[in-house]
C-alpha cells in the first residue's frame, strides 16, 4: 500500500508502538557508538536512530554534534578535552578516531543526565560505513535506519556543504542497498528537500520543536539549523505533508492527540523524540504514535509489554 | 602472596574497587541469563555473580529461587506461569528449557523493582555448563566466577542434596579448568565447609545478613538456609576467618567501616551485595570494600571514574 517500504518498519497500530533508539541507547550505553548500536538491536529494539555528520576529509561519521563533547571525549592519555571541543569538521577521521568516545564525565551536567550509561575504553567515533556495514551483515537483516542530518551551522558555505553530506551519505547508502531501510532525518527542512531531490527512493522525516518548548528540550545546539516553526501558518502536520515529508518526528512536549489523529489523516506516520519519562511514554501510547524515540528502550519496551502491546512485527514480547 | 590467585580479581584498594555483576546486571537485561552475562562483560565488567540450583535430572543451573520465578516465566504459549511456579528441582533441564526467562511483568511487584531491564524473548535458563564453556572463550578470559550455591530448603536430604550439588559443580569447573577464576559463594556456610572439604583450591565467599535487616534486603526466600548470624558470639568478619573463608561478602547495610577494617586485618577480602544506591555505592567506597556486586553496574562505573577509580587492573575507566 505505501510507497516506501522503509515505513514499515515505523508504523505502528493495532497493538503496537515502534521503538528507536536514541543515539544507540543512551541511557545504558555510550551514545552514536557501534557498542550501543549492538546493544539496542540484541535486545529486540530493531531502528536505530543517529547522526551524522562531516569530517575535514569529507567523511560522514556518526555524532551529534557540531564540536566534540568534552564530557565524553577522552584523549590518547585518557584525559577528558578541553572546552569547547574542536569542531569535527576540522579534524580528519585519522584525527578523530585517537580519541575515545566510550566514557561519559559523571562530574559533567551532561553526564549527571545519563547516570545508569556504562562506561567503555577504547571506543571510537564510528564512521557512517561501520554502521552500515554492519547493518549490512546477514544477522542484522531487521535494522532499520533512522538517518539524522546535522547541518554544521558554522560551515563557510552551509548550501554547499549539505548538498555535499546528501550526497555521499545516499551514495554511501545506496552501495550498500541499504535504500530500502533507511530513512532520511533531519530538523532542516531544506536539507530534507535536498534528499527529496537527490534520492527519491527514501522517505523523509521531518524533526520538529516548538519555541516555547526549546528550553525543557534534550537539544544542545543552541542554534539549531531548523525553520521557524512559531511562525508556521499551518499545523506542523500540514507542513511536512506540505513539505512532501513522510514522518512526522516532533519534540514530546509539543504532541497532542488531535495533531496525530490529524497526521495521520494527512498519511503520514508520527515517531516522538525523546521519550524517557514513564508517564510521557505512557501519554504518547494513549494519543497513539507509531514510534518512540528513547534513550531506555528497555524501559518502554516493559511499558508496553506489561499491556500486551509489542514493537515488532513477530509479537516479540507479547504475553497471553 | 595468596595462596588463592582466583582472589586477585577481588582485591579492591589502590583507587581500585572491583565491580561484580549481580545476576549478571538485573538492573539492565534479564537475571540469570546468557545475554545478561554477555552484556555484563561487554561494559569492562570481569565478574559475574550468579546463583546455581540443580533440576530433577541433577543438572546444575543458574537461577535464583528453588521455585520458578512466575514474575519473569513465560510458557511456550508466551502467558506467564501461574504462582506458584513448580520447583526447579521437580522439573528436567529439557522441560525448563521450554519456557522463557527473557522478560520481566511489568505488573508484577518485582518486575516493578527494574523497571529498565529489558524486555526480551527466547531466553533460556542456562545451564552451568553453558556460562563454563561461556568462561572459556578466549575473548573471556578475564571472566571471573562467584558462583553462588543454594540449598533447597525443600529437599528430602538436604544433606546429601547438598554433597551431591558441590560435587556435580566442583567437578564441572574443574573439567573446564576454571578452578583459578572460580569463587565459591553461599549464605549456607555448611555447604561452604563441604567446599572447602570437596575443593580446597577454590576460595569460600560467606554470605552474610543480619536479622535486623532482613525486611529491607533482597532476599526472596523466607527460608534462607543460613546460620543464625543474630546469636554470633563474635563479629561476622571473625566468624568467617574462623570458618575458614577468604571472603566475606555482607548485605550492605550491615557493612561499616570498622567491620571492613576487621575483615582486612584477618586477611579477608569484603564484597558488599547488593549496592544499586548511587549514596549506599558511595559509602562503601569510602569504606573501602574490595567488591560491590550490583544490578547497575555501569551506575557504579560512573561513581568510580569520576572520582579516578578504576575497576580493572588495566586502569580501564580510568581518567587523568
Redesign the interface.
Known amino acids: 500500500m505505501t510507497l516506501f517500504p522503509q515505513l514499515d518498519a515505523f508504523r505502528g497500530g493495532n497493538n503496537q508502538v515502534r521503538l528507536i533508539g536514541h543515539r544507540g541507547s543512551r ?3 555510550p551514545e552514536n557508538t557501534m ?1 550501543g548500536f549492538a ?1 539496542t538491536l ?3 529494539v530493531d531502528a536505530l536512530e543517529f547522526d551524522v555528520v562531516m569530517t575535514r576529509d569529507r567523511v560522514p561519521v556518526i555524532a551529534h554534534n557540531s564540536r566534540l563533547d568534552a564530557s565524553f571525549t ?1 584523549d590518547q ?4 578535552i578541553a572546552e569547547p571541543g574542536p569542531r569535527i569538521a576540522e579534524l580528519t577521521l585519522r584525527e578523530l578516531q585517537t580519541l575515545d568516545v566510550g ?5 559533567s551536567t551532561y ?1 549527571q543526565r545519563f ?7 577504547d571506543v571510537r567515533i564510528p564512521s557512517l560505513e561501520e554502521l552500515l556495514d554492519f547493518a549490512n551483515l546477514p544477522e542484522r537483516k531487521n535494522l532499520s535506519l533512522m538517518l539524522e542530518f546535522k547541518s554544521d551551522i558554522d560551515a563557510k558555505s552551509p548550501v554547499q556543504e549539505r548538498v555535499e553530506l546528501v550526497a555521499k551519505v545516499v551514495s554511501q547508502v545506496r552501495a550498500r542497498k541499504l535504500e530500502a531501510r533507511t530513512v532520511l532525518h533531519s530538523f532542516d527542512w531544506d536539507l530534507l528537500s535536498e534528499c527529496r531531490r537527490l534520492a527519491p527512493e527514501m522517505p523523509t522525516s521531518y524533526l520538529s520543536i516548538m519555541p516555547s518548548n526549546f528550553q525543557g528540550s534534550d537539544t544542545k545546539d543552541p542554534a539549531l539549523v531548523c525553520p521557524d516553526f512559531g511562525a508556521f501558518q499551518m499545523s506542523l502536520p500540514q507542513a511536512v505533508a506540505r513539505a512532501g515529508g513522510q514522518m512526522w518526528c516532533p519534540y514530546v512536549a509539543d504532541v497532542t492527540q488531535d495533531l496525530v489523529a490529524e497526521a495521520h489523516q494527512l498519511g503520514l506516520l508520527v515517531s516522538v523524540w525523546t521519550v524517557n519519562d ?1 508517564a510521557e511514554i505512557q501519554r504518547m501510547i494513549d494519543v497513539g504514535v507509531d514510534g518512540i524515540v528513547t534513550d ?4 518502554v ?3 508496553l ?2 499491556q500486551g502491546m509489542v514493537w515488532r512485527d513477530d ?6
Chains 1, 2 share one sequence.
Not at 103 to 107: C, I, S, Y
Not at 296 to 299: A, F, K, S, V
Not at 315 to 320: I, V
Open positions: 541511557g545504558v550505553m557498542p546493544f540484541d535486545i529486540g577522552r592519555k585518557g584525559s577528558w566514557g561519559l564525565d559523571g562530574r553526564g547516570p545508569d550509561q556504562a562506561f567503555l575504553n514513564p531506555y528502550p528497555g524501559r519496551q516493559r511499558i509489554s506489561a509479537t516479540y514480547g507479547q504475553t497471553a
